[in-house]
């Protein structure tokens, strides 16, 4: 058993210390090891533990194999990055001393006037002047990204503290020259659907919408365990029937929508809508059933705080009992 990198292929990337991090990491579990060695500027041989070189075969869908049993790839960046997320996951490196916290910063004082933290060295100004100067680059090279961000600027300085989220949102497709949107809409939201619809329609544009039922799909036909359907665990009735945003998205398609809007899918079901909708999408309503869709309330508020503490308490209690065990 082995570990081998070939430089050439992740110079780019690996600081030093990052590589004996690798290494410690991998000499310690030693069933972890393989070697990836660049055959060329297009292949790549990978040997090794089978698990590990099986996920990163696995990992991306650009690799092909050919007849030496080496892997092709087309894109080098692409395949770096991917390689490194990887190797971290499967490493148990879930964030190095370099990845951002710009949570535990005062941005106010420092990005947001035009200057790298004072406060914290993980500032990704100084860690990543790279990775900020390609997104510059973004800001320029790619058409869409270039003109979205000007519009969306634009209506924040036109609407500031005035406008509510619909009327940025009519704003910004009117900017982008959109015409035909596509409302992606939660069953128990048809009300604020058609609100919604009545009111895009006035501005000019054309509607095209889908339930979150459509094809009234059984919760057990796509995996849901009988056990989590038609009755909630907190005592509601939430039926037999799943949210299908697949058909959402693949119906919003269909219909070359310029932009889709979400009202209030449930989290998880909008990620799946938006990984498959051709269109942009943004989020109108996000859905928080413990607070009329507002999911900032809880944050301050007396009753947020009281929940997280006592789910919080009961997780640690949990935990501890566990130990004892
Ligand atoms: S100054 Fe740096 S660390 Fe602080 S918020 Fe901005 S980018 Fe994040």
């Given at each position: 058993m082995y570990f081998f990198l070939k430089f050439s292929l992740f110079r780019r990337i690996f600081l030093l210390n990052e590589v004996s991090l690798y290494e410690r990491r991998l000499s310690?579990?030693?069933?972890?090891?393989?070697?990836?060695?660049?055959?060329?500027?297009?292949?790549?041989?990978?040997?090794?533990?089978?698990?590990?070189?099986?996920?990163?075969?696995?990992?991306?869908?650009?690799?092909?194999?050919?007849?030496?049993?080496?892997?092709?790839?087309?894109d080098h960046n692409e395949l770096e990055n991917r390689l490194i997320k990887k190797l971290k996951l499967m490493?148990?490196?879930?964030?190095n001393d370099n990845d951002p916290t710009c949570h535990k910063c005062n941005s106010i004082n420092y990005c947001a006037v035009g200057r790298a933290s004072k406060i914290l060295d993980n500032c990704p100004m100084k860690m990543h002047p790279d990775i900020e100067k390609k997104a510059k680059e973004l800001y320029k090279k790619d058409e869409f990204v270039k003109r979205s961000t000007g519009v969306a600027s634009i209506v924040e300085a036109k609407g500031y503290i005035h406008w509510p989220?619909?009327?940025?949102?009519?704003?910004?497709?009117?900017?982008?020259?959109?015409?035909?949107?596509?409302?992606?809409?939660?069953?128990?939201?048809?009300?604020?659907?058609?609100?919604?619809?009545?009111?895009?329609?006035?501005?000019?544009?054309?509607?095209?919408s889908v339930c979150c039922k459509t094809g009234a799909v059984k919760k057990v036909d796509v995996g849901v365990p009988e056990e989590y359907t038609m009755i909630s665990k907190t005592g509601y009735t939430i039926g037999w029937i799943t949210c299908n945003p697949v058909a959402q998205a693949l119906l919003l398609n269909n219909s070359s929508t310029d932009m889709n809007v979400l009202v209030g899918l449930c989290v998880g079901h909008d990620i799946n809508f938006t990984r498959l909708s051709e269109a942009p999408v943004t989020t109108l309503i996000a859905k928080d059933r413990s607070s009329p869709h507002n999911p900032a309330a809880i944050l301050f508020s007396h009753y947020g705080k009281e929940f997280f503490a006592a789910e919080l308490k009961n997780i640690r209690r949990l935990e501890m009992k566990k130990k004892k065990e």
């Amino acid at each position: 058993m082995y570990f081998f990198l070939k430089f050439s292929l992740f110079r780019r990337i690996f600081l030093l210390n990052e590589v004996s991090l690798y290494e410690r990491r991998l000499s310690k579990r030693g069933s972890n090891t393989i070697r990836l060695q660049l055959i060329s500027k297009t292949e790549l041989s990978i040997q090794g533990n089978l698990e590990l070189s099986r996920s990163i075969r696995n990992l991306t869908r650009e690799l092909a194999i050919n007849k030496k049993g080496n892997y092709f790839f087309n894109d080098h960046n692409e395949l770096e990055n991917r390689l490194i997320k990887k190797l971290k996951l499967m490493l148990n490196m879930t964030r190095n001393d370099n990845d951002p916290t710009c949570h535990k910063c005062n941005s106010i004082n420092y990005c947001a006037v035009g200057r790298a933290s004072k406060i914290l060295d993980n500032c990704p100004m100084k860690m990543h002047p790279d990775i900020e100067k390609k997104a510059k680059e973004l800001y320029k090279k790619d058409e869409f990204v270039k003109r979205s961000t000007g519009v969306a600027s634009i209506v924040e300085a036109k609407g500031y503290i005035h406008w509510p989220r619909l009327k940025d949102t009519i704003e910004y497709a009117k900017g982008m020259g959109y015409t035909k949107l596509g409302l992606a809409f939660c069953v128990g939201m048809i009300e604020e659907a058609k609100r919604i619809a009545e009111i895009l329609e006035k501005y000019g544009f054309e509607v095209v919408s889908v339930c979150c039922k459509t094809g009234a799909v059984k919760k057990v036909d796509v995996g849901v365990p009988e056990e989590y359907t038609m009755i909630s665990k907190t005592g509601y009735t939430i039926g037999w029937i799943t949210c299908n945003p697949v058909a959402q998205a693949l119906l919003l398609n269909n219909s070359s929508t310029d932009m889709n809007v979400l009202v209030g899918l449930c989290v998880g079901h909008d990620i799946n809508f938006t990984r498959l909708s051709e269109a942009p999408v943004t989020t109108l309503i996000a859905k928080d059933r413990s607070s009329p869709h507002n999911p900032a309330a809880i944050l301050f508020s007396h009753y947020g705080k009281e929940f997280f503490a006592a789910e919080l308490k009961n997780i640690r209690r949990l935990e501890m009992k566990k130990k004892k065990e």
